[in-house]
């Protein structure tokens, strides 16, 4: 089994080496087979030259703008049989790359796993609210799967697919540039297999789009295009707010 990490980055050159080497760090004393794409979307800042001084990366460069077609180019571009989905601005919890292998081995319909996110530039406080929000969600996850049916939960920069299933239900939908594109691949992933969800398998983060827009205004944004996308399978925003600074 093979694991290919697909990294989309637009002008992350202040964070994808961080990112990268976490990656390594804890590859190091593993036997996994395992590869690392860079998605260089449209930057025009070092990100692809940063990323290609890594050792065995790949860099794939994508100019069309937005989430899913980046992901979409690493999905073409990746020979696993697991896809890592993360993002630029995120590092591996120690024993993240054994969890995902321990994951697919023991359970061969799981079709995608994924979970939360930690802000590791963000205070105790925010962090602890953050996680409350993700039990409502999570509770709000069960409440759609077993009472109407419908539904299903990944976080997007934490997840990893089976590649064979993410074929066999389209791929990437190009529709969600942003907002919602986690829960449109959670809710076709789930048609052909087990989605799971763990509080087990965390990632850090950076909280840069928390601090900017709030965790009030990022919580209802979040929570109406999951439910867009469950109920109408389209986002409710299609316009993203560039953070970077």
């Given at each position: 089994m093979k694991l290919s990490f697909v990294i989309p980055a637009y002008?992350?050159?202040k964070d994808i080496g961080a990112c990268l080497g976490s990656i390594l760090k804890e590859a190091a004393d593993k036997s996994h087979d395992m590869e690392i794409i860079v998605v260089n979307n449209a930057s025009?800042?070092?990100?692809?030259?940063?990323a290609q001084s890594f050792p065995g990366v790949k860099v794939v460069d994508e100019m069309h703008k937005g989430l899913s077609a980046a992901r979409h180019a690493g999905f073409l571009a990746a020979s696993g049989d697991l896809?890592?989905?993360i993002d630029a601005d995120t590092m591996?919890?120690?024993g993240w790359i054994d969890k995902v292998f321990r994951a697919f081995s023991e359970n061969s319909n799981l079709v995608a796993f994924s979970g939360p996110y930690i802000y590791y530039d963000l205070s105790r406080l925010v962090n602890w609210w953050v996680r409350v929000f993700y039990y409502l969600g999570f509770i709000g996850y069960l409440f759609n799967r077993y009472v109407f049916h419908k539904g299903a939960m990944l976080q997007g920069g934490n997840f990893v697919v089976k590649k064979s299933a993410l074929k066999?239900?389209?791929?990437y939908n190009l529709d969600f540039d942003f907002y919602g594109e986690d829960t449109d691949i959670a809710c076709r992933m789930r048609e052909v297999g087990d989605v799971v969800f763990t509080f087990d398998l965390p990632m850090y983060t950076s909280g840069r789009r928390l601090a900017e827009e709030g965790i009030l205004t990022m919580a209802a944004r979040y929570s109406i295009n999951h439910l867009w996308a469950i109920v109408f399978k389209r986002p409710f925003t299609k316009e993203f707010k560039d953070i970077r600074k």
């Open positions: 002008n992350e050159e025009t800042d070092k990100t692809g030259e940063i896809i890592a989905n591996l919890t120690p066999k239900v389209g791929g």
